[in-house]
């Protein structure tokens, strides 16, 4: 089955590029709200389930233990932009399990967030591990294992303790089944599980709703929905979608992107949760996909319509700041979406 096109990017009166993809939209009952494309094929949902991969840390007590408060929690959901504030956070994070900086095994790179890079840059400086935009996982897999007891050394390979238990979350969650062949390794070292669009719906569903998981599960997951809402900023960043996003529809929405074109988000209020792809992984058009999801099924004010509309037809400027194009979604994609 081949994707059908769902974001288009215009130059001009024309269609310059077309991106394909799948979206599936589900309830924690496992009924089907909408799908479009292949659903049943499994992805590599990567930096999407961020805050899945978090349960165990509040699940265990150790976020508890360590006193950490919602900064650090959004942190270990989210992607950051390697902002100071960001950086101070995981490290402080680490400094509460008595660890630090050397004990982070996801590799370091540029900041995302310009301004962060070229203040580096301008102090003569290099990125650090902390400075990764998953720093704040990383953190919190190392103070699991620390609360748990267990060596933190080695922590992002499958067969690690943390790793078994996240994995274990992961297929409770999304019901899915994690065998050897659907694992592989994410960019910054940790084992990535491919799972369906479908599952990964679920799991977002069952996450803002507690439906089908332990009171625990879901106190813990409604503590890490309500950290995301309170601190959206650590979850991405200024300027950054999921930030926007999260702090516009303040606690209907939490929404969560991934590498390739993968994002995951819900509506606690409606008990949906949502999983697509963008299948040649354009960040511009899942971010625009995902645009029409919320389009689609949440309910918006005049204040929130006005201030959203931009991430419906994002413009595409030439070098001098002219706009010259657009990045849409398919025309009828939020009609498909509805039935």
């Given at each position: 089955m081949t994707n059908p096109v769902l974001v288009e990017v215009t130059r001009g009166s024309l269609v310059e590029s077309r991106h394909r993809g799948a979206i599936a939209v589900v309830d924690a009952g496992s009924k089907r709200r909408s799908a479009i494309g292949n659903v049943d094929v499994a992805v590599f949902p990567r930096s999407a389930?961020?805050?899945?991969?978090?349960?165990?840390?509040?699940?265990?007590?150790?976020?508890?233990?360590?006193g950490f408060g919602p900064a650090e929690l959004a942190l270990?959901?989210?992607?950051?932009?390697?902002?100071?504030?960001?950086?101070?956070?995981?490290?402080r994070m680490l400094a509460a399990a008595g660890r630090g900086e050397a004990d982070l095994e996801c590799g370091a790179h540029y900041p995302s967030s310009r301004e962060a890079a070229n203040a580096l840059v301008r102090a003569g400086r290099k990125p650090t591990p902390l400075h990764n935009n998953c720093s704040g996982?990383?953190?919190?897999?190392?103070?699991?294992?620390?609360?748990?007891?267990?060596?933190?050394?080695g922590y992002v390979r499958p067969d690690h303790p943390v790793q078994l238990e996240v994995a274990a979350t992961l297929e409770?969650?999304?019901?899915?089944?994690?065998?050897?062949?659907v694992c592989a390794v994410d960019g910054c070292s940790v084992p990535t599980w491919a799972v369906p669009l479908e599952a990964l719906a679920l799991a977002f569903a069952r996450f803002v709703t507690g439906a089908g998981v332990s009171p625990a599960r879901a106190m813990a997951a409604r503590r890490l929905l309500d950290a995301c809402t309170e601190e959206p900023y650590m979850v991405?960043?200024?300027?950054?979608?999921?930030?926007?996003?999260?702090?516009?529809?303040?606690?209907?929405?939490?929404?969560?992107g991934g590498a390739e074109g993968v994002y995951c988000a819900a509506f606690p209020e409606l008990g949906l949760g949502i999983a697509l792809k963008c299948d040649d992984g354009a960040g511009r058009a899942s971010e625009t996909m995902m645009a029409a999801v919320i389009e689609a099924f949440l309910p918006m004010n005049e204040h929130e319509r006005s201030r959203f509309v931009d991430h419906l037809a994002q413009p595409v400027f030439s070098r001098v700041g002219s706009e010259v194009g657009a990045i849409r979604p398919l025309a009828g994609l939020t009609a498909m979406l509805r039935g």
């Open positions: 389930v961020k805050a899945l991969q978090a349960l165990p840390l509040v699940e265990s007590g150790a976020a508890d233990h360590y270990a959901c989210g992607s950051h932009g390697g902002d100071p504030r960001h950086v101070e956070t995981a490290a996982k990383h953190a919190s897999f190392i103070c699991l294992a620390c609360h748990r007891g267990v060596d933190p050394k409770a969650m999304t019901g899915a089944s994690f065998a050897r062949d991405a960043g200024d300027g950054r979608f999921c930030t926007e996003a999260i702090s516009l529809f303040s606690g209907r929405l939490f929404v969560k």
